[in-house]
């Protein structure tokens, strides 16, 4: 779970904020922005004229008919006024609809621009996070953020945030034409709402924090459900199922509780605007009805109705901006996680004015060099290693011992904490990333194929390359059963190819570039033994003229490299060819015999003793 931590904006400010960064992308947007503006606040005046109309046909129409009827046995009515009272309805209703169409027009298109700009920004800031972020970072909760996140935060700039200048607009116009009417019954319409704002501010921390949780644990779900179904094979050969389904279901109903308080709360708002909307209505009808009925009155009974109509209509805009807010609130756990994503430094990134490197001939020079995966962790400490141009060498020692730092630090996928990794004796910082990882060929122990087909999975490293070039890079690497499989579509993830076939694709997308300095990082770990024998020839061809560093699992594979560095809690501790090391019956003359007496026994079946004479005999191959 430590892998899922995030900053959150903890503050009780954290609306404004949220609210800030948020509307900051619509506002991108400016032309859009204001016409979706204007018709919602045409859609809020229209709705506020219609109480007006029915107190001038009351007052106009109504009674005067009304007062004709006690007056006369068969009366002569004239329709005209009602026409033109029903011509007024029908056009400002035409207008309302017009406006509704254009802002749910404009509306949408903010809505899908928003949540488009955000999850390109956020895709982009993720290509550009070292491997120092992955590795905390749990894969499912970054799909949390791209995908589910940025839906819930695009909605309260659209949807949202129609409720709340519609109702801004209303509150205002019924206020100012109820204080016209009659300031006494507008001061009783009004006085609730301070009511309403005082039970909102209790409630919403409470939102807030379930919304938090709510939130959080979904990550961890997303996370645990991803972990599990990739998972699944381990969790059925060790008959792990139920285990797994009990600590789903642990978090299930952690996320069940939140989410159902969450939501409990943000239901609150509804019954208690409905409440206080009664209590003042009623006493508008009877307070009002008193002023109507006294002699002489003090407002007419189209009065009556129209503040009976605002008394009303005014609590749905609050009912709306009261759910906008609680919406809001349940938003904010998701824009934080998305913003505190945004906002995590890339660490690694081109300093002002750095220039490209041109060819790279392969030097590299490692001067005291310090780095730390976590503080106070050191792996390596005043580390120095000078590997000349077209020098093959391999790295051989204990898991942890800092192989794979060495090999990342070389790539810049991590930078040293102190000294410096020089590339053809210029200081790698100096020089723009592109310019050196797009001359690096990295293949690593677990290959990853794009969905698409073989062709498009090799050419990934160079778009531009022809057939010929990626069938060459085939034959470089033993993979000529490939050459009539160039169309074939690997799946996802490279699902239809075994793990060895995968691997030969991502060693000739590797050497497609031409690279000047070839990275292998336990590449042949993951494969038998048919498919590395393959594979080694390919090898012997890629480090012919290049400087390689290779990380091999079996130590029969790199006897060939120039030199042989055996590295030991971050130092080296052995450094020479194969037939060096193994005359010298060392670390690495151990670790060799070892492994030799391991393949021996697996060849026949019992326990074989590695002899002098076999050794002997790899001395020989060494020389010939």
């Known amino acids: 779970m430590a892998r899922l931590n995030e900053m959150q904006f903890r503050s009780k400010g954290a609306l404004i904020p949220f609210l800030k960064k948020i509307f900051s992308y619509s506002f991108k947007y400016k032309r859009l922005t204001l016409n979706f503006i204007f018709f919602i606040i045409l859609v809020a005046v229209t709705d506020a004229v219609f109480p007006i109309i029915w107190m001038q046909l009351i007052d106009k129409v109504v009674v005067p008919f009304a007062e004709i009827y006690t007056k006369q046995t068969e009366p002569n009515i004239d329709f005209a006024p009602l026409t033109e009272f029903a011509f007024y309805y029908f056009a400002i209703g035409m207008l309302q609809a017009f406006a509704v169409f254009m802002f749910i027009k404009f509306t949408g298109f903010i809505q899908e621009q928003?949540?488009?700009?955000?999850?390109?920004?956020?895709?982009?800031?993720?290509?550009?996070?070292p491997f120092a972020f992955y590795d905390k970072m749990a894969v499912g909760w970054l799909m949390s953020r791209i995908t589910s996140d940025t839906d819930r935060v695009s909605e309260v700039i659209s949807w949202g945030f129609i409720e709340v200048i519609w109702g801004t607009v209303m509150i205002i116009v019924c206020s100012g034409v109820m204080f016209f009417l009659n300031w006494k019954l507008a001061l009783i319409v009004l006085s609730s709402i301070p009511v309403l704002l005082i039970v909102s501010f209790k409630i919403k921390r409470l939102i807030l924090d379930f919304s938090r949780q709510a939130r959080k644990l979904n990550s961890e779900i997303t996370a645990s459900y991803n972990e599990h179904i990739n998972g699944v094979e381990v969790n059925?050969?060790?008959?792990?199922?139920?285990?797994?389904?009990?600590?789903?279901?642990?978090?299930?109903?952690?996320?069940?509780?939140?989410?159902?308080?969450?939501?409990?709360?943000?239901?609150?708002?509804?019954?208690?605007?409905?409440?206080?909307?009664?209590v003042a209505a009623a006493v508008v009808v009877f307070i009002g009805g008193k002023m109507s009925l006294g002699f002489p009155p003090e407002i007419t009974i189209?009065?009556?109705?129209?503040?009976?109509?605002?008394?009303?209509?005014?609590?749905?805009?609050?009912?709306?901006?009261?759910?906008?807010?609680?919406?809001?609130?349940?938003?904010?756990?998701?824009?934080?996680?998305?913003?505190?994503?945004?906002?995590?430094?890339?660490?690694?990134?081109?300093?002002?004015?750095?220039?490209d490197f041109k060819k790279i001939e392969g030097e590299i020079d490692f001067e005291n060099v310090s780095f730390s995966y976590d503080e106070g962790k050191p792996v390596l400490e005043n580390f120095s290693l000078k590997i000349k141009k077209g020098t093959s060498v391999a790295l051989v020692g204990a898991t942890g011992s800092g192989k794979s730092t060495i090999a990342s630090l070389v790539c810049r996928f991590y930078e040293a904490t102190a000294g410096k990794v020089k590339i053809d004796g210029i200081d790698y910082k100096t020089k723009t990333l592109f310019s050196l990882r797009s001359q690096l060929g990295i293949v690593l122990q677990t290959p990853h194929l794009f969905s698409g087909t073989i062709k498009q999975n090799i050419q990934y490293s160079r778009e531009n390359a022809t057939e010929d070039e990626i069938?060459?890079?085939?034959?470089?690497?033993?993979?000529?059963?490939?050459?009539?499989?160039?169309?074939?579509?690997?799946?996802?993830?490279?699902?239809n190819l075994s793990m060895g076939e995968k691997q030969l694709v991502s060693f000739a997308r590797a050497i497609l570039s031409n690279p000047g300095i070839f990275v292998m990082d336990e590449a042949t770990s993951s494969i038998d033994t048919i498919t590395e024998a393959k594979i080694q020839r390919g090898i012997e061809e890629l480090v012919k003229g290049r400087t390689s560093i290779i990380i091999a699992h079996r130590l029969s594979t790199i006897k060939n490299c120039d030199r042989i560095l055996v590295i030991q809690k971050g130092k080296i501790i052995e450094d020479g060819s194969h037939f060096e090391l193994m005359k010298n019956k060392g670390n690495y003359y151990n670790l060799y015999t070892r492994q030799l007496r391991t393949e021996k026994e697996k060849e026949h079946g019992l326990f074989v003793d590695v002899t002098e004479k076999q050794v002997k005999m790899d001395y020989d191959e060494v020389e010939d």
């Open 236 to 278: 059925k050969s060790t008959v792990q199922e139920k285990r797994a389904g009990k600590e789903f279901s642990i978090l299930s109903e952690k996320m069940r509780v939140a989410s159902f308080n969450a939501s409990f709360y943000t239901a609150l708002y509804q019954p208690l605007v409905i409440f206080i909307g009664s």
């Open 114 to 129: 928003v949540m488009f700009d955000i999850r390109e920004e956020l895709f982009v800031h993720l290509q550009k996070l």
């Open 471 to 495: 069938k060459n890079a085939l034959r470089l690497v033993g993979a000529e059963n490939f050459l009539g499989r160039l169309e074939e579509e690997v799946g996802e993830c490279g699902i």
């Open 302 to 355: 189209g009065v009556l109705t129209a503040f009976f109509s605002y008394a009303v209509q005014i609590y749905e805009p609050i009912f709306d901006i009261s759910g906008f807010y609680a919406q809001v609130q349940g938003s904010i756990s998701a824009g934080e996680r998305i913003f505190s994503l945004l906002e995590t430094p890339t660490r690694i990134f081109d300093e002002p004015n750095v220039t």
